[in-house]
């Protein structure tokens, strides 16, 4: 019995195993490509065998590409849109599932705004920023993201808040918390799960934004995915420097999930009675 118990779990690890690697069979494609040297990447049949390099790498760092400069931008949008839009949203979060009337046809009046196709917003925003001088700077592409981002944090957080008990600020306010300790002390820790799930899709959003980011970007605060279609030149295509591109790209989102992926287990339940 415990003999076929065994084999069954053997062959759920196997079958898990190699869906799993057909699902990420692309990211696999690109990681190997990116230590390919260029010669074999052109080849039109599939080469299984190389000699790995890490030109495609040195190519990226470069002075003729600068990519570093690139990923630096980016981590600096995305972090900087990121915990502004939480820092706004959740006031407003509060105050919609707390104090607002017609609550459900606020949030959803703030998320209609996301739905809306980037193209409708890209000459309006434009206008706005070069009217602000901030064309090609950090803060402008941070002001152009802010429109994607609150909306939806303020429709996940909104939803997360109206799941905590009013019964439990009411405790807090009966011993004397004023309504600004109520949302510190009591909100805010039960409000991990939602903010940390906000976290990670506002940054991931950001993260890869390209339309946006080539339109309002030029030199200086070119954002990494402006920076990958670069390697598309009249004369050639860089797929090595794309696919190493790629693969560096990856890096920070893996380190953003592996680092919060705890508090995203962890229930409103479980924050109350703790």
């Known amino acids: 019995m415990r003999r076929a118990k065994g084999y069954k779990a053997v062959l759920l690890y196997t079958l898990a195993i190699i869906v799993v690697l057909i699902m990420n069979s692309p990211v696999i494609f690109i990681i190997v490509t990116s230590f390919k040297p260029m010669a074999q990447i052109m080849q039109p049949s599939l080469s299984i065998s190389f000699t790995p390099t890490l030109e495609n790498y040195k190519m990226l760092f470069g002075e003729s590409f600068n990519f570093g400069r690139y ?7 995305a972090t900087l849109s990121t915990i502004v839009a939480i820092v706004i949203s959740i006031p407003a979060a509060y105050g919609i599932s707390r104090f607002g009337e017609f609550k459900e046809g606020v949030a959803f009046w703030i998320l209609s705004i996301r739905m809306a196709p980037p193209v409708v917003f890209a000459l309006p925003f434009f206008l706005i920023l070069r009217l602000l001088g901030l064309i090609d700077t950090i803060w402008g592409l941070v002001l152009v993201y802010l429109t994607s981002t609150v909306p939806l944090s303020v429709w996940i957080l909104t939803t997360f808040m109206m799941d905590i008990p009013k019964s439990l600020e009411e ?6 918390a004023a309504p600004g300790k ?3 002390s009591i909100i805010l820790p039960l409000m991990k799960p939602g903010i940390v799930s906000v976290f990670i899709l506002n940054f991931i959003f950001a ?3 390209f339309f946006f980011a080539f339109l309002m970007t030029q030199d200086k605060a070119v954002t990494f995915t402006v920076g990958m279609a670069r390697f598309i030149t009249g004369y050639s295509i860089y797929w090595g420097a794309i696919a190493a591109a790629a693969t560096i790209s990856m890096i920070p989102m893996i380190l953003v999930t592996f680092f919060m992926q705890r508090y995203l287990v962890k229930g409103l ?3 109350a009675i703790k």
């Open 182 to 184: 109520v949302l510190t």
């Open 269 to 271: 339940t479980f924050g």
């Open 171 to 176: 405790a807090a306010q009966l011993d004397g």
């Open 207 to 209: 993260w890869n934004e």
């Open 71 to 77: 990923i630096v931008n980016s981590l600096e949008v």
